[in-house]
């Protein structure tokens, strides 16, 4: 006979909430590599093109993305059995084809449905429809419903020992600057080695593709060891994103001033020039300013005492007796 622990354990959840969810898992899958490749190519060409121009393609693929992330994230907390992350996924199957009409299109008196419909993208659209009203079928409703009360029923856990949630973001963070900052630096340095001029000043553009493949190191490493809770970290992470944005800047100045003078900087002048540059290389940077501030977070701050103040003892040598604890 099942208790009701088990009737609200992983093998309770129905299977069409499981088809729900792996269809969300796909739907953030393809669009978060969708909206990675775009936002790539717009980050290595950004300076090529005017900022009103540039801005708005930068702003889209940043939503898009969020929006994409934070669907996988959400199918997690589904999967637990949180009723506000199926609310928030419901609201997505309106967002999601908003999105798409957005990136410009006729209105929506004027498109062809059955066209569209047959296309890939109304193939998203009618997969997260289907996903939805899955997600609202009664076997959907009785499980939630179980989650809610097994809940209110379980102990408050002190969490002892559990990293902190501004902890885990900040480690995921980096973990993504990193993967992105990679892309950015080899794409920029093979771009450079394909388009080598030895009569132009590439030094500006070495130090900028060269300053963010050290930095997609630094924010992989020192992901490791936030998670780890290594006080020293906290100061790492507070110290890359400045100096990195510095040297971005002073790479952006150095290629500017560099320019003929029968070609002219961006509009705007040499501070267009730098904020597009930082807009455009340096979000992987801007990221980990996010990861510093969740790093000295009051909640965080037990994490990394933790790992400070466990010291394992030093083991007693060959005919030692090892020393007593200490009393208290």
Not at 41 to 67: C, I, R
């Amino acid at each position: 006979m099942n208790t009701p622990a088990d009737a609200t354990g992983p093998a309770a959840m129905p299977a069409v909430l499981k088809i729900a969810a792996g269809i969300w898992l796909i739907l953030g899958g393809i669009g978060t590599v969708w909206t990675l490749l775009g936002l790539l190519l717009v980050l290595a060409f950004g300076g090529m093109v005017a900022p009103a121009t540039y801005l708005p393609a930068l702003a889209l693929y940043l939503a898009s993305g969020a929006v994409f992330v934070m669907g996988i994230v959400l199918v997690v907390l589904l999967r637990r059995g949180a009723r506000w992350a199926r609310i928030v996924l419901t609201a997505l199957a309106v967002i999601l084809p908003a999105l798409l009409f957005v990136r410009g299109g006729p209105f929506v008196g004027e498109v062809p449905w059955q066209q569209v419909l047959l296309s890939p993208v109304g193939g998203v659209g009618v997969a997260a429809v289907a996903a939805t009203v899955l997600m609202w079928l009664p076997p959907s409703n009785r499980f939630f419903a179980r989650r809610a009360v097994n809940l209110a029923e379980k102990p408050a856990d002190s969490g002892s020992g559990r990293m902190p949630q501004s902890v885990a973001a900040a480690a995921w963070i980096l973990v993504v600057a990193g993967v992105v900052a990679t892309l950015q630096a080899a794409l920029g340095l093979a771009l450079l080695a394909g388009f080598w001029d030895p009569a132009a000043n590439v030094t500006p553009a070495l130090v900028l593709w060269l300053t963010l493949a050290a930095v997609a190191a630094a924010d992989i490493a020192c992901a490791r060891e936030v998670r780890r809770g290594k006080p020293f970290v906290r100061p790492l992470v507070t110290i890359i994103p400045p100096a990195g944005l510095g040297l971005i800047a002073l790479a952006a100045v150095a290629g500017t001033l560099s320019l003929d003078p029968g070609n002219p900087p961006a509009p705007g002048g040499l501070g267009a020039a730098v904020l597009l540059a930082i807009l455009s290389q340096g979000l992987p940077l801007i990221a980990g300013l996010v990861a510093a501030v969740l790093v000295w977070l009051p909640a965080s701050g037990p994490h990394f005492r933790r790992a400070g103040d466990a010291v394992p003892a030093a083991p007693a040598g060959p005919g030692q007796a090892a020393l007593p604890p200490a009393p208290g």
